[in-house]
């Protein structure tokens, strides 16, 4: 693998000086940053990991970064090509990093006199994983050189009170010693509980602790860890730094790590990067503490300094509940220099990413220390405002304002709020933080994998915890939405409820969960699990039992014309982002839409046009269906037409109906392509209903439904196979389609129907078809003394319609491509049937997602291309779209984009989705093109 370094060109030319001669002989895998200056820059994620990378960033415009070194991703690589080993330069390089680091603190590594570097050993993917990786903090102290540090600093509890926190943490992480399946707790935590009650004969809180206690602590520990893992603890920095590193790359591994990277489809060769850093302390006495923030609030959008803080801590004690740590505008009165500091800070990391950023900082007696800048994650309609806002500031472009957006998080700002009137009459039982917007109301459970039963059975589940940890992800992932007791904004809750999306209540300090019993108590209350709660995440409220939701602002707005909902900064917002949109896009979106009302709804999503109707759907409805069975059932061509002259009418007024909602956008109408026995009832009672109402024996039917049965029918007959056989169902569905659009014309909204013959694999199957077509057209014109402008096309939804496009072109004035139909084809997998063995293919990385959601690319989209290809050198103006419920799905629309087609069609509320992947496919290209 290439190093694209900027670091490496000069060392790759020059010849062994002695400044770039391990970089000469090979590789660089080590990156030093530290005093104004570093190896590396924000640029370099993947080599670096995110952490990495932005730590040389900040180093680079000068804010306060302790010194470190970065250990690269293609360790991780090599690590794992290598039977867990290391490049053989590594060592030399990992020490010079280290010579570099203490020159700059002129502290030195494991020094047993004098103050003593001590560092942290932090991973750091590409994209930051929450929660994923574990970090080492203190590490580099043993017997003798906390002791040094103890009177370099005369601070003999604290120097205790680091060194019992690295081997806990070490001890964890590193050496394994974790809780066992007959235990409730981690042994360390059950160590410290102990102790405190021999002790003080009370859970005393962990600052009461004397550096005696540490001492005796750290004993414990040391002896808890020899006889958990037989050996005793690494008393060698250098075995101790080895040991940290190889924990960090084995973690990219874990299951936790690969539940993450699954959902959010981060591809196992990424690996990991390894930082390893200089220490500087929170945890020094009163003076010192330890935060993090997020330059705006993340979870509304809004323009506020936004995070936690903990006087006198270290590390993960901010997130990890312990102590409810206080909000970070405080600091002004407690310590108003590095408040001051921190606000310039936060100033500059705005200007220079150009975008929200998450923070992580330690004020070590009144000093300010940078550790960590990352975009922000943020909810949908945070990322909304931000967006704007930032326009607004002249920070970004509209463009740029457009990319901001995940398209695949809009559906967060259209999902439903609590009916207002509803919410009214419940009962406020609590109140946390509002981690999570939206409304969610459905039954608690207290753990993950009870959870995730209930919600397989289809029941609505709130997950109701004391707080959440990397383990209750598949809870999390299985939840309408999350309720914590403990925990702030920067919790783990918190924090990937509002990466997925989720409508989460956190530290809802009145909700007192007993885990045994399965019960909540609060205010008063008792709850138990499978009782219904409902959480708004947007203003934190807890209230007991179901409340009805109702649609968000930008429903009712769009789709209810309601004015207030049109007020709302949301709504603007929304359509400003819309607007852009439209003007960036080169891709337009139609719906998929069987009914007025659907149609109407999408035109106000803003869909042009209407992708694909489904005619049978049509069927269903009323009293139809027994003329579609009579139609079915009927032995001879007469009783065939008779039957269908019934449903003729029905059809008409349907499409008519259509026509008027679309107000002069085009339809694409597909003509009749389900297997006939979907419509036949299979029940005997109903057989014999119908058999009552039609006059017929059941024999005839039962016989019919025999005759139809089909082992295959997702091969069998269906699509224009139909119309061929009976090609007077083509007619009816031709001659409904026409005179719905005489009588549109007449009545001034202009119909422009496409039609559209399905699972054609032949020409000649569509030259029967468009015959027949243009006949009835023709037939329709002249009695009607109108023109209509219409069009016939086809669906290319089957490999030999792909592969000989350039012939059915000369037909086909369109192709829509029916990408289920395709993948189901080109895959040989039957979409219905592929549950049993997909997740297994997802979970060996056979496919990387679902394809029956998102386009195979490579497989069913190299299809798509030959059909593109070949239809145009026919037909150079071939109208091309796609009408799969893949049009919905962000990256299968800038695939769309990619290959040129002209729309995508998905269901209505797909509509704002496709429309902003499409604009964001239009963006990125020009960008792109600009950096050329
Ligand atoms: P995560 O990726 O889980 O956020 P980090 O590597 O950022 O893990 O470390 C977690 C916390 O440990 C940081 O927020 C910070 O408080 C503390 N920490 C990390 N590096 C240092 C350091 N060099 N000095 C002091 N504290 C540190
Ligand atoms: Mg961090
Ligand atoms: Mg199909």
């Given at each position: 693998m290439a190093?694209?370094?900027?670091?490496?060109k000069p060392a790759a030319k020059a010849k062994a000086s002695p400044a770039t001669k391990s970089a000469a002989k090979g590789?660089?895998?080590?990156?030093?940053?530290?005093?104004?200056r570093a190896d590396g820059d924000g640029s370099m994620k993947p080599l670096l990991g995110g952490k990495g990378a932005n730590l040389a960033e900040m180093t680079r415009i000068g804010l306060p970064v302790p010194p470190g070194f970065t250990v690269t991703t293609e360790v991780c690589t090599y690590f794992y090509a290598n039977k867990k080993t290391y490049p053989a330069s590594l060592q030399a390089q990992m020490e010079a990093g280290m010579a570099n680091m203490e020159k700059i603190m002129g502290t030195k590594f494991g020094a047993t006199e004098g103050m003593p570097l001590l560092v942290a050993v932090r991973s750091g993917a590409r994209d930051s994983m929450p929660g994923m990786m574990?970090?080492?903090?203190?590490?580099?102290?043993?017997?003798?050189?906390?002791?040094?540090?103890?009177?370099?600093?005369?601070?003999?509890?604290?120097?205790?009170?680091?060194?019992r926190r690295f081997i806990q943490m070490y001890g964890d992480v590193v050496l394994g010693v974790q809780k066992r399946e007959n235990e409730d707790h981690e042994p360390f935590e059950t160590a410290i509980h102990e102790f405190k009650h021999e002790v003080y004969h009370a859970d005393v809180e962990d600052s009461k602790l004397t550096a005696a206690d540490q001492q005796e602590l750290v004993k414990r520990f040391k002896a808890l860890v020899k006889e958990r893992t037989g050996k005793s603890f690494p008393d060698n920095p250098w075995d101790q730094l080895r040991g940290a590193a190889g924990a960090v790359f084995g973690s990219w591994m874990n299951d936790r790590a690969n539940v993450y990277r699954r959902k959010y489809n981060i591809?196992?060769?990424?690996?990991?990067?390894?930082?390893?850093?200089?220490?500087?302390?929170?945890?020094?006495?009163?003076?010192?503490?330890?935060?993090?923030?997020?330059?705006?609030?993340?979870?509304?959008?809004?323009?506020?300094?936004?995070?936690?803080?903990?006087?006198?801590?270290?590390?993960?004690?901010?997130?990890?509940?312990?102590?409810?740590?206080?909000p970070v505008l405080k600091l002004k009165d407690q310590m108003p220099k590095s408040y001051a500091e921190l606000l310039k800070v936060r100033a500059t990391l705005e200007k220079h990413?150009?975008?929200?950023?998450d923070i992580e900082f330690t004020i070590q007696e009144g000093k300010l220390f940078m550790l960590q800048t990352r975009n922000g994650k943020r909810t949908a309609a945070a990322a909304l405002k931000f967006s704007i806002d930032m326009v607004k500031e002249k920070l970004i472009d509209w463009q740029t304002a457009i990319l901001r957006n995940p398209a695949d998080q809009l559906e967060q700002l259209l999902a439903p709020i609590f009916d207002l009137n509803e919410v009214k009459k419940a009962t406020v039982i609590a109140t946390g933080l509002p981690a999570g917007p939206g409304a969610a109301t459905g039954k608690i459970y207290f753990n993950a994998d009870r959870s995730v039963q209930a919600a397989e059975k289809g029941e609505k589940v709130l997950l109701v915890r004391v707080e959440t940890s990397p383990e209750d992800l598949r809870g999390m992932i299985a939840a309408e939405g999350i309720l914590t007791a403990r925990g702030g904004v920067s919790s783990h809750a918190a924090l990937v409820a509002r990466q997925m999306g989720k409508v989460c209540v956190?530290?809802?300090?009145?909700?007192?969960?007993?885990?045994?019993?399965?019960?909540?108590?609060?205010?008063?209350?008792?709850?138990?699990?499978?009782?219904?709660?409902?959480?708004?995440?947007?203003?934190?409220?807890?209230?007991?039992?179901?409340?009805?939701?109702?649609?968000?602002?930008?429903?009712?707005?769009?789709?209810?014309?309601?004015?207030?909902?049109?007020?709302?900064?949301?709504?603007?917002?929304?359509?400003?982002?819309?607007?852009?949109?439209?003007q960036a896009t080169k891709l337009s979106v139609r719906t998929n839409a069987d009914t007025p009302e659907q149609t109407q709804n999408a035109i106000a999503f803003g869909a042009v046009g209407i992708g694909l109707t489904r005619t049978e759907h049509m069927f269903f409805e009323g009293d139809r269906i027994d003329a579609m069975r009579e139609m079915i059932l009927a032995d001879s061509l007469e009783a065939r037409?008779?039957?269908?002259?019934?449903?003729?009418?029905?059809?008409?007024?349907?499409?008519?109906?259509?026509?008027?909602?679309?107000?002069?956008?085009?339809?694409?109408?597909?003509?009749?392509?389900?297997?006939?026995?979907?419509?036949?009832?299979?029940?005997?009672?109903?057989?014999?209903d119908l058999a009552r109402k039609l006059g017929i024996p059941v024999e005839k039917i039962m016989s019919r439904v025999h005759e139809l049965h089909e082992f295959n029918p997702m091969l069998g007959f269906r699509g224009c196979r139909l119309g061929i056989r009976y090609p007077e169902i083509t007619a009816m569905q031709a001659r409904a389609v026409f005179e719905a659009a005489a009588d549109a014309n007449k009545q001034g909204f202009k119909a422009k129907p496409e039609i559209m013959i399905p699972l054609v694999g032949f020409k000649k199957e569509l030259d029967l078809q468009v015959e027949l077509v243009h006949s009835v057209a023709k037939a329709v014109q002249a009695e009607k003394k109108t023109k209509i402008a219409y069009s016939v096309g086809t669906m290319i939804e089957i490999p030999r319609g792909a592969l000989t496009a350039d012939e059915i072109a000369?037909?086909?004035?369109?192709?829509?491509?029916?990408?289920?139909?395709?993948?189901?084809?080109?895959?040989?997998?039957?979409?219905?049937?592929?549950?049993?063995?997909?997740?297994?293919?997802a979970e060996s990385e056979i496919v990387k997602k679902n394809p029956f959601a998102s386009i195979d690319q490579t497989g069913v989209g190299q299809l798509m291309q030959i059909a593109i290809t070949k239809g145009r050198s026919k037909r150079p103006d071939i109208k091309l779209g796609i009408c799969g419920e893949h049009g919905g799905d962000p990256d299968s629309v800038k695939f769309c984009h990619k290959i040129g087609l002209s729309y995508v069609s998905c269901s209505p509320y797909r509509v704002p989705v496709a429309r902003l992947a499409a604009a964001q496919a239009a963006v990125s290209d020009l960008m792109a093109a600009k950096k050329k």
């Open positions: 190093v694209k370094s900027k670091a490496k590789t660089k895998y080590v990156y030093t940053w530290g005093a104004g574990d970090t080492i903090l203190n590490l580099g102290l043993n017997d003798k050189s906390v002791l040094a540090l103890s009177q370099a600093t005369k601070n003999e509890r604290f120097a205790w009170d680091c060194y591809p196992t060769e990424w690996g990991t990067a390894v930082n390893v850093q200089a220490m500087v302390f929170g945890n020094t006495g009163d003076t010192s503490g330890s935060g993090v923030a997020f330059t705006r609030n993340p979870a509304n959008g809004t323009d506020e300094f936004y995070g936690e803080f903990l006087i006198n801590a270290q590390g993960e004690d901010v997130v990890a509940g312990v102590r409810t740590p206080e990413f150009k975008d929200v950023q956190c530290g809802a300090a009145a909700v007192h969960i007993d885990y045994e019993a399965k019960t909540a108590t609060i205010a008063g209350q008792t709850f138990k699990e499978g009782d219904f709660l409902s959480i708004d995440g947007t203003s934190g409220t807890v209230y007991a039992g179901q409340i009805k939701t109702a649609p968000s602002e930008i429903i009712a707005g769009l789709l209810h014309g309601d004015k207030a909902a049109q007020a709302t900064e949301k709504f603007k917002n929304y359509a400003q982002l819309m607007k852009w949109c439209s037409q008779t039957a269908l002259a019934k449903l003729l009418p029905y059809q008409r007024d349907d499409f008519f109906g259509i026509f008027k909602a679309l107000k002069g956008f085009p339809a694409t109408i597909r003509f009749l392509d389900p297997p006939l026995h979907e419509f036949l009832p299979h029940a005997k009672e109903q057989q014999a000369e037909t086909a004035e369109f192709f829509s491509f029916g990408t289920n139909d395709l993948t189901q084809t080109c895959l040989g997998m039957s979409r219905d049937d592929s549950g049993s063995f997909l997740p297994a293919y």
